[in-house]
């Protein structure tokens, strides 16, 4: 019987949604789920023991959609502006310092998945190690979750700033790409 080591989940949910007209972290699904509560619970459903929301703009309204549950932690970052780079160092540089020696990796999605399925998260977070790096992948076309494994930490919130995100460092060390498009589509919301 394998060993399976726990993952911690990070949803990114920091901009101000400028194209959507409000931070997306304030979206709702059609039946009222807010969005930032579908992520978290599509990470904790697909594996992870505990995730991590980054919050920015209107942190105040945002932190109030996040579910209350001990295995979920809050960040805002203060220069959520920088761009998306700066959010998920804010969330990594928090794994970091707070997770359990037993986390082998972080599974990062974004906010704008309300339709994620919890079967994405399952296949990207199957057998994953502490040197992992995992891409889902959709028809071909690069997506979330992104796993970054524990061993690849330090080194890739190195390679955080700005709007600079992880892309660059996960193909200069091979990530794997994880075909999903058998289970969604991969698009983000981007408009309303």
Not at 52 to 78: F, H, K
Not at 113 to 126: G, I, T
Request: with cysteine; hydrophobic share 45%; charged share 20%.
């Amino acid at each position: 019987m394998a060993i399976t080591f726990p993952s911690a989940g990070v949803v990114l949910a920091a901009g101000a949604g400028t194209r959507y007209g409000v931070p997306k972290a304030l979206a709702r699904a059609a039946d009222g789920t807010p969005w930032v509560q579908l992520a978290t619970e599509k990470l904790l459903d697909g594996g992870c023991s505990q995730v991590t929301v980054v919050l920015g703009a209107s942190a105040a309204e945002a932190r109030e959609l996040v579910p209350r549950d001990p295995r979920v932690n809050i960040v805002v970052e203060t220069h959520w502006t920088d761009g998306m780079g700066t959010s998920l160092r804010a969330a990594m540089r928090h794994l970091e310092a707070s997770a359990p020696p037993s986390v082998s990796s972080a599974a990062i999605t974004l906010v704008d998945l309300p339709d994620l399925p919890v079967a994405v998260v399952k296949r990207l977070l199957s057998g994953v190690k502490i040197t992992s790096l995992r891409q889902a992948v959709f028809a071909g076309r690069p997506g979330h979750p992104v796993i970054v494994g524990r061993q690849h930490w330090a080194d890739f919130i190195g390679t955080l700033h700005g709007d600079t995100g992880g892309r660059e460092y996960l193909l200069a060390h091979g990530v794997r790409e994880i075909e999903s498009g058998d289970l969604w589509s991969g698009r983000d919301v981007d408009v309303r």
